[in-house]
């Protein structure tokens, strides 16, 4: 059994669907959820589930404090796997190093991105995507490295844009591709866990 935490800072819509598919795996259990915003949506939703939740603003503290005090709730924890799910803050090299996995020669952490990696990484990637007079967008679920949206990607998937869409269309297309792509993830890392063979988190 891993013990995963969930980064969030803002709704968490990709939280809860992680929330809800966790309950029916075996091997692995959300045990945390870690806020930088003391008004971010999820965590309502989070208590009112009984979930731990962790809100360790960022405030004065340095970008190493704050992070140092993230990395001690996680070690009381015992997290084993870090999930972000619209996690506003890119991660330090020597963060990412704590969750380094020798075997797996990546972090075990995992991110999801809104559109189809290496394109428009970064902030707003729905309002670039949808601003592009590209015909179609993606997400991209990837392993976390130090650079902005760049890690090893696990799985991507397309989705269309029509000329008719408004902005807000375009996005909730987009995430319920999000809340499809990323559960499905949880469901391989919970094979993994039990095969211990990297080629079942890929296997999609
Ligand atoms: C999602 O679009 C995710 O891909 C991005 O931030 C957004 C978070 O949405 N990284 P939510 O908080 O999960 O609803």
Do not use: C
């Not at 989070?46 to 190493?64: D, F, P, Y």
């Not at 995430?175 to 990297?198: F, G, M, R, S, T």
């Amino acid at each position: 059994m891993i013990n995963i935490a969930v980064f969030a800072s803002g709704k968490g819509s990709n939280a809860k669907a992680l929330f809800s598919k966790a309950r029916d795996l075996e091997n692995l259990k959300i045990s945390l959820l870690v806020t930088d915003q003391k008004d971010a949506g999820v965590i309502q939703w989070a208590t009112e589930n009984g979930l731990q939740v962790a809100i360790i603003e960022k405030r004065n503290h340095s970008k190493k404090e704050h992070e140092d005090l993230i990395l001690k709730m996680l070690t009381e924890h015992q997290i084993d796997w870090i999930l972000l799910a619209g996690y506003m803050r890119l991660l330090s090299s020597q963060f990412i190093d704590k969750f380094h996995d020798q075997k797996l020669e990546r972090s075990r952490i995992i991110n999801i991105h809104p559109s189809l990696l290496p394109e428009f990484k970064g902030l707003e990637a729905y309002e670039r995507a949808y601003e592009s007079s590209q015909d179609y967008s993606g997400i991209s679920v990837h392993f976390v490295d130090a650079g902005m949206d760049t890690g090893p990607i696990i799985t991507q998937e397309r989705f269309d844009k029509s000329p008719a869409d408004t902005l807000d269309e375009f996005k909730s297309r987009g995430l319920a591709l999000e809340h499809k792509l990323y559960p499905q993830v949880l469901e391989k890392l919970n094979q993994y866990i039990a095969k211990n063979d990297i080629r079942t988190l890929y296997a999609f």
